[in-house]
Structure formats: structure tokens, C-alpha cells
């Protein structure tokens, strides 16, 4: 069993930058994926960003490609999302999320994944 938790969130002009942490309890195992997905009110839920534990594969949403950074610490099971030159369109909730068993495609797709933080709210004013 994963616990995720996320921190980091906050209140941030259009511009700024924010730093998001996952901390994860549990065993992480090399073969899991972790991800960033975010949800705005009234929308769906959508994919960020993913990252594989063991080898360290990175995507990301074409929305965030350049503006948002996503790292993982083994030693500390963490993921940390930097997300610079925000804009009011990624106002959201951010949760993180791990697969323990993931293919090769990018991660974009929540409902494969098996763990779940509850969420870190980002609100960017313009």
C-alpha cells in the first residue's frame, strides 16, 4: 500500500513560480511511474507530467512542456513538480499519483494509475 501526500501549493501572481512536493509512504518500487495530474472546476481531470522510478523517463502535457519541471527522489520517495511562468489557466488542484505497473506509453491516462494524494490547490492570479 502507497500513500501519497502533497504539499507546496499556493497562491501565486501570473508569472511566479511555485514548487510542488509528493511524499510517498510505502514501498516505491523501480518498476512504478509517478505523475502530476491537475483538475480545474468544472473540467476534467488531466495529465501534467510523469516520471519512471527506475529510469528516470520524463513527459509532460504539451500545455506545460518548457514551463514546468517534474523530478523524483529515490532516496526520499519524493516527486516535485517546478512549475515556472504560471499562468492563470493552470489555476487548479494538483494530486499526485503513482502505476505499479505501467507500459511504455507516456502516462497520460489517470485511470491506470493505483495511488492517489488528495490534492494541493494552485491559484494563479493574473
Known amino acids: 500500500q502507497v500513500q501519497l501526500v502533497e504539499s507546496g501549493g499556493g497562491l501565486v501572481q501570473s508569472g511566479g513560480s511555485l514548487s510542488l512536493s509528493c511524499a510517498a509512504s510505502?514501498?516505491?518500487?523501480?518498476?512504478?511511474?509517478m505523475a502530476w495530474f491537475r483538475q480545474a472546476p468544472g473540467k476534467e481531470r488531466e495529465f501534467v507530467a510523469s516520471v519512471t522510478w527506475r529510469n528516470n523517463k520524463k513527459f509532460y502535457a504539451d500545455s506545460v512542456k518548457g514551463r514546468f519541471t517534474i523530478s523524483r527522489d529515490a532516496a526520499w520517495n519524493t516527486v516535485a513538480l517546478q512549475m515556472n511562468n504560471l499562468k492563470p489557466e493552470d489555476t487548479a488542484v494538483y494530486y499526485c499519483a503513482a502505476e505499479a505497473s505501467p507500459d511504455s506509453s507516456p502516462g497520460a491516462t489517470s485511470n491506470t494509475y493505483d495511488y492517489w494524494g488528495q490534492g494541493t490547490q494552485v491559484t494563479v492570479s493574473s
Open positions: 510505502g514501498t516505491i518500487y523501480s518498476s512504478y511511474r
